[in-house]
């Protein structure tokens, strides 16, 4: 079974160019998560999707980061402008439902680095 | 202070040696406690899953739970190389469903 994929895994721009990054989930998983790590901490959720719809997305500083799940498959998440402090690795996970116990499988993450 | 607080480590131990990982929470109304190991320039992968209190055993990890002092630990038996990782513990409630907080995380090095 394919895991989560994400796209790019690494990618370096200057502040206040835009970017994007995309998640394909695990088939058949309806919830789909964005997360933020920095360096020496742990993952900071950005937004959750149930399907289609963005069921928590109050971390996420919408002045500049928009994310989307068309079809409730398939997401991206861009920053536009990027500023020096958004270096850090983006993680793509997804579960199969909601549930507090349901367990959320990661892809290996998008290190952005803004020069 | 944030919600959960783990040690920060780094720990380093020979191999064969008995690991304990822990961390403490505010939040009451966490039920579901997780345990995630990261590789380097890997996603994090769920390692041990309790709900409400009590151990859990998965051959050499023990997971443990108490919501009276809102401790939870991890153990790691007969420590090997291949432990080597940072191990982070995360948290949620059935109030919020699917939303994990999770610790800061500890970096083990197990040495052969």
């Known amino acids: 079974e394919a895991g989560v994929v994400q796209s790019p895994r690494y990618k370096i721009i200057e502040k206040k160019q835009p970017v994007a990054f995309w998640c394909n989930p695990i088939?058949?998983?309806?919830?789909l998560y964005w997360y933020l790590q920095n360096l020496g901490q742990g993952p900071e959720l950005l937004i959750r999707y149930e399907n289609e719809e963005a069921v928590d997305d109050s971390q996420l500083p919408k002045d500049r980061f928009s994310a989307e799940r068309l079809k409730g498959v398939d997401s991206t998440l861009k920053i536009q402008p990027a500023e020096l402090g958004d270096s850090a690795v983006y993680l793509c996970?997804?579960?199969?439902?909601?549930?507090?116990?349901?367990?959320?499988?990661f892809g290996p993450g998008t290190r952005l680095t803004v020069l | 202070q944030k919600e959960v607080e783990q040690d920060p480590g780094p720990l380093s131990v020979p191999e064969g040696a008995i690991v304990s990982l822990n961390c403490t929470y505010s939040n009451s109304a966490f039920q579901y406690f997780m345990w995630y190991r990261q590789y380097s320039r890997k996603g994090p992968e769920l390692l041990m899953y309790t709900y409400s209190s009590g151990n859990k055993e998965d051959g050499r990890f023990t997971a443990q739970v108490d919501k009276s002092s809102k401790y939870i630990s991890l153990f790691i038996r007969d420590s090997q190389p291949s432990d080597s990782a940072t191990y982070l513990c995360a948290m949620s409630a059935n109030t919020n469903a699917g939303k994990s907080t999770f610790g800061d995380g500890t970096t083990l090095t197990v040495k052969p």
């Open positions: 088939s058949g998983h309806n919830t």
């Open positions: 996970a997804s579960s199969f439902g909601l549930a507090g116990g349901d367990e959320q499988f």
